[in-house]
């Protein structure tokens, strides 16, 4: 019989990568969706038209409504599904928004986790598996270099500050209810799947728009943050490996190098021989209250326990985004 997995945040960037990898392992896949007014599953509609998608095998992704902040439902899709994995994906993801609507993402990136930690004690069944998806983001401020699982959290936005919470209380349930229940502190990671308001997309879509006439600038914030960026597609399967030990445990998963976002524009525009200084406007409003300088990993954990390593290069991530920027712009500009 195939391993079930319930995904919460199934309709993100990781969830359709993380969808796509447990159905090539033969995971029944289940998903988490929140009802919204018009439907919002552009990058999971592929999944559902699966004689194509896995040469009619019999797979199966069902979708089952639900949301963070309402606990019965978490306990409902639980008790319906019986996973025998979690990903809990699910989280007001955007740090700048983070200020904005700080309560609510409290609710849902922080709370929501222990919503969940709550649903699954309910249901009593301490072989489920667990992953959450913690960030870097907790690293916050001035942290050690480069960071591991050992450095301590010094948030810097309501989202880092629910993301430590989250962290915590994934340890404290493991230690307290003897639950499989693993932190992966992942790094930023990227792909064309990336939504349009974080950095490297808005770059990589920015550069493709200017090359091919459709804007003339690039509004952008602070370019001297540096960031440790990877491939979202390679970042899913160490939520899956952490799930597949023998004992639950935390670990950080990065590239080990870090950039700044000037050196993501350099690359982005010049892979389109553009020089990006001629296009990029600095406009404060994309500035954050508070920064987090510099983030980089050390995965040497992950890679020995796990097996796990870093498979693309920050070039090679920029040209897999700059590439489908292009395809995707001149479709829509032959459609119209
Ligand atoms: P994303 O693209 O923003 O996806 C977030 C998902 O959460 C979406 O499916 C969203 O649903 C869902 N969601 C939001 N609020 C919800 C709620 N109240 N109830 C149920 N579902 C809700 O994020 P991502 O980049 O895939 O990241 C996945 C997870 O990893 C997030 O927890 C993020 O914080 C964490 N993370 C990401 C990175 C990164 O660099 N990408 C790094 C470290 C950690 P809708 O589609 O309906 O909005
Ligand atoms: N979004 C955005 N938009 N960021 C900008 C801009 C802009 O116009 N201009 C400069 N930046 C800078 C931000 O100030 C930040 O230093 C850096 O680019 C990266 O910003 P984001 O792409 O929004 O990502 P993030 O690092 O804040 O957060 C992402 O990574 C975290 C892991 O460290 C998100 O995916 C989080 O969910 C994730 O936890």
Known sequence: MSRKALITGITGQDGSYLSEFLLDKGYEVHGLVRRT????????????NLEEYHDGKNLEVKLHYGDLTDSS???KVIEKVQPDEIYNLAAQSHVKISFEIPVYTSEVTGIGVLRLLEALRKIDNKSVKFYQAGSSEVFGLNPSSPQNELTSFRPRSPYGASKAFAHNITVNYREAYKLFLCNGILFNHESPRR???FVTRKITLGAVAIKL???????????????????????VEAMWLMLQQDQPDDYVIATGESHTVRDFCEKAFSFLNLDYEKYIKIDPKYFRPTEVDNLVGDASKAKKILGWKNKTSFDELIKIMVEADYEYLEKQMKQK
Do not use: M, P, T
């Open 37 to 48: 007014s018009a439907l919002n599953r552009q990058r999971i509609d592929h999944l559902f």
């Open 73 to 75: 439902s978490l306990i």
């Open 195 to 197: 939504s349009e308001n």
């Open 213 to 235: 006439g459709l804007q003339h600038s690039l509004a952008l914030g602070n370019l001297e943050a540096r960031r440790d960026w990877g491939y979202a597609k390679d970042y």
